[in-house]
């Protein structure tokens, strides 16, 4: 009797061991993904300072225009894709062109709100040009999962996961090994020395619009394909912006590092949490995350530090 309640026992420690684990594998996966959205908000902030409270709903934007190219229109997916990557790297273009640059000099807060107004604006214009009701991407995953040990990870992530490394890659390799990235990284370091080198900033803030916009895209694909497109994808910007503040706003090996983090902590929160709250642990975990690092580590994990000179 002793021997069967203590497999018993052992048997219940082991499930809830393979039930962490899934989570925290889970977690990984679906952070990669945030990580690869935040790079917007970290390129975006670097170049110019700004913080763009519209890259949610550019990560909705690009995921409805992939879908229409896509579905409605019925093209090939490399086409569809190819064409949705153009068309989403000129909205960054255009955006930044008509709403940020003429804002040059003036305070910043003008552009933070500027930013708020854009992402009002597409909030309401997405649902006019494509509707509100949910849309599917056709499936280009396999059917079922893929066993590690004890634990299953759906084809779903397992691809999302490994096209969001690839993403984040091309991305790192972009800014550290091509002139357009160290250009980028030349304007991040500062913009009059940039322009003292003959570095026309201008020109940058436009690429680092577009890259934004199109790593949004990505996001919003990957994400799109786990669950559903529709207008209403906009929140995830709030989910990502965490990432983007536990990891510093002008880190991006900290958006990297802190998306598994987010991921991770936010899929707990709904295994552990839902059950007792009865539903919404994991929608307020990455709030709370926000709040304690402003609280405790402000500048992020990776953030620079800025030296006053007295």
Not at 39 to 67: P, T
Not at 78 to 104: C, D, K, Q, S
Request: hydrophobic share 55%; aromatic share 10%.
């Amino acid at each position: 009797m002793g021997e069967t309640i203590r497999s018993d026992a052992n048997y219940e420690q082991s499930l809830e061991m393979d039930f962490f684990l899934q989570m925290v594998l889970s977690g990984v996966m679906l952070g990669s993904v945030y990580s690869l959205v935040a790079l917007g908000f970290v390129v975006i902030y670097k170049s110019s300072g700004v913080i763009n409270f519209a890259q949610g709903h550019l990560l909705a934007l690009g995921a409805l225009i992939l879908w229409t190219f896509w579905v409605a229109l019925g093209l090939p997916i490399w086409l569809g894709a190819l064409l949705a990557i153009m068309l989403n790297g000129l909205i960054g273009v255009i955006i930044e062109h008509l709403t940020i640059r003429p804002l040059t000099g003036q305070p910043l807060m003008a552009v933070i709100v500027m930013t708020i107004g854009l992402a009002a604006f597409l909030a309401s214009l997405m649902p006019c040009v494509f509707g509100a009701v949910e849309q599917a991407y056709p499936s280009i995953f396999p059917v079922g999962g893929l066993r590690i040990f004890r634990l299953i990870v759906s084809y779903e992530y397992l691809f999302s996961f490994l096209m969001a490394l690839g993403m984040v890659g091309i991305f790192l390799y972009f800014f550290h090994r091509t002139k357009l990235g160290l250009l980028m990284r030349a304007v991040a370091d500062g913009h009059d020395s940039a322009r003292s080198c003959g570095v026309k900033v201008g020109i940058i803030f436009r690429w680092t619009w577009a890259i934004a916009s199109i790593s949004a895209m990505v996001g919003g694909f990957l994400l799109g394909s786990i669950a559903s497109v529709s207008p209403s994808m906009t929140y995830i910007g709030m989910r990502v912006f965490p990432v983007v503040i536990l990891g510093g706003l002008d880190s991006i090996t900290g958006c990297i590092i802190a998306g598994p983090i987010v991921g991770v902590l936010e899929l707990l929160a709904t295994g552990y949490g839902d059950p007792i709250t009865h539903g919404g642990a994991g929608d307020v975990m990455p709030y709370i995350i926000i709040l304690l690092t402003l609280v405790f580590k402000p500048r992020g994990l990776f953030g620079e530090k800025e030296i006053e000179r007295i």
